[in-house]
């Protein structure tokens, strides 16, 4: 993989491993998780840039032999990797919520809690360590 950093980022543990059907993608997958984990609460495009990073992520995310979940199983492999090197886990469920009542081509989204907050809701569980150390999602 001689476009993966060579240092041992977490978005190469966590991504270097996914098989995406094309050896292209897996680079692409690290670099683009790279630069998400640089700026954890920022939107998509102030992450990204306006350049070419944004350019190849809308790409990489619209493809179709992409899906969600190809995107982030080699991550939960890798937390399900780290999760049996310790003896004790906690798992946090989050249910994050996505409004998206601004956007107007968004079709088939529920409430969110109000009628007037259109959305989805994300439910994930954080696997973290007792001493607090995260060990992914």
Same mark, same amino acid.
């Given at each position: 993989m001689t476009d993966v950093p060579a240092a041992p980022t977490w978005a190469? =543990?966590?991504c270097a491993d996914a098989d995406r059907g094309d050896l292209r993608r897996t680079p692409r997958l690290v670099s683009l998780a790279h630069v998400l984990a640089q700026h954890p609460g920022a939107? %998509?495009?102030?992450?990204?840039?306006?350049?070419?990073? %944004? =350019?190849?992520a809308s790409r990489f995310c619209a493809h179709d032999d992409m899906a969600p979940c190809d995107m982030v199983q080699s991550h939960v492999e890798a937390t399900d990797s780290r999760r049996n090197t310790v003896p004790w886990v906690v798992a946090g469920p989050e249910t994050p919520a996505a409004d998206w009542r601004s956007v107007r081509a968004t079709e088939g989204v529920g409430p969110l809690g109000h009628t007037a907050w259109q959305g989805l809701l994300g439910h994930t569980t954080v696997a973290i360590t007792p001493?607090?150390?995260? %060990?992914g999602l």
């Open positions: 190469v =543990t966590a939107a %998509l495009p102030a992450a990204w840039g306006s350049g070419a990073m %944004l =350019t190849a001493d607090r150390v995260p %060990l």
